[in-house]
């Protein structure tokens, strides 16, 4: 149980492009997904914290209109990349925090944007 | 959420336990401790959590000092597979409570 996934796993883009990555959590509900940001060789980043059916809670220096994110349902949020540039090729990872009273989070496998 | 204090890397033979120490000298009564750790590439996998007993699962086991300024994880036999980035975190209870990810440790399991 507790399995998150993300789609895609990869993706390649070009310039000016958006991107949409989404984080499902396939057998259980969560009220509250987060959103990070990895570059290489160094730890998680938090992005954001989404909250099903209200706005997201963007963490300091991190752009709300650059990182698009939705959470329309228990079981889904999106993170919008909106006109990629290269500087934001990474690993992005989300994570989702059953609704219920667990004190655990489970992770996703993450995506790896490259933007050309 | 308090901070922690962990070695930047370790090594352990393989078949070995292996002990991966965490400091957080001014964690709060409320707040949890939460291991996780991050296979290369991979999202991070959840390991174990605590307030102030020790646990064990089939993963791992945590020991808690009483004082609940540090801890210790403990793999009883590493394999290879264990190689990866170990993150202690300190997290506040209720959905809110954001993990932040510090720079972890990285354990080396070597043949």
């Known amino acids: 149980g507790a399995v998150v996934s993300q789609h895609p796993s990869w993706v390649i883009c070009k310039s000016g492009t958006s991107v949409k990555i989404e984080c499902r959590s396939l057998?259980?509900?969560?009220?509250?997904m987060f959103w990070y940001r990895q570059f290489p060789k160094q730890s998680l980043m938090l992005m954001a914290t989404?909250?099903?059916?209200?706005?997201?809670?963007?963490e300091q220096g991190v752009e709300k209109d650059k990182f698009l994110i939705n959470h329309a349902s228990l079981t889904l949020s999106t993170l919008t990349v909106t006109s990629a540039h290269p500087e934001d090729s990474s690993f992005y990872i989300c994570s989702a925090h059953p609704s219920g009273g667990t004190e655990t989070q489970y992770f996703g496998p993450g995506t790896r944007l490259l933007v050309l | 959420d308090a901070k922690t204090t962990q070695p930047t890397s370790m090594d352990c033979a393989e078949g070995r336990a292996a002990n991966l120490p965490c400091n957080h000298s001014t964690i709060s009564g409320n707040e949890y401790v939460y291991w996780y750790r991050q296979i290369h590439s991979q999202g991070p996998q959840y390991i174990i959590h605590g307030l102030k007993n020790n646990e064990t699962n089939e993963m791992a086991s945590l020991i808690i000092t009483e004082d609940r300024k540090s801890s210790t994880l403990i793999l009883p036999h590493a394999t290879l597979r264990d190689t990866a980035v170990y993150y202690c975190?300190?997290?506040?209870?209720?959905?809110?409570?954001?993990?932040?990810f510090g720079q972890g440790t990285t354990l080396q399991v070597k043949p």
């Open positions: 975190i300190v997290k506040g209870s209720g959905n809110t409570g954001k993990l932040i």
């Open positions: 057998d259980f509900q969560a009220t509250t």
């Open positions: 989404s909250n099903e059916g209200s706005k997201a809670t963007y």
